[in-house]
């Protein structure tokens, strides 16, 4: 059976989404760029951390682990949908401007 939802529909629950996983991280400064991390800290052990989204405000990039927001993926059809997507959402959360986005998924 198919399911079928209108685009505004898909774009409501991916924000949704989005938010509840957003709202489970917890902002942390690092490093002497003061790159801000998103860390997830019901996953910490030790000193690790699952890491959500890493925005850099010197040059407002913001990087994402994708493996954190797997749940979004199913409103999405193409890897640069789901970074547009999850860089709207992230810029209307926290009113900061992206100029690039990658997945972490690009350093390896």
């Known amino acids: ?17 989005f938010k509840n ?4 991280l917890t902002p942390t400064r690092a490093g002497y760029t003061d790159n ?7 996953e910490v052990y ?5 890491v959500g989204l890493v925005y850099r405000p010197t040059t407002r990039q913001l990087v994402i682990y994708p493996d954190y927001f797997m749940s ?4 999405v059809s193409t890897e640069e949908e789901f970074n547009e997507m999850i860089k709207r959402c992230y810029e209307d ?14 350093y390896n």
Request: a negative charge.
């Open 1 to 17: 059976m198919k399911v079928l939802i209108t685009e505004s529909k898909r774009d409501m629950l991916f924000r949704t989404e």
């Open 21 to 24: 996983l957003f709202n489970e």
């Open 36 to 42: 801000i991390k998103y860390l997830y800290f019901n």
């Open 46 to 50: 030790g000193n690790d951390g699952v």
């Open 72 to 75: 979004l993926r199913m409103f």
């Open 93 to 106: 959360l926290t009113d900061k401007h992206v100029l690039f986005v990658n997945n972490i998924d690009d």
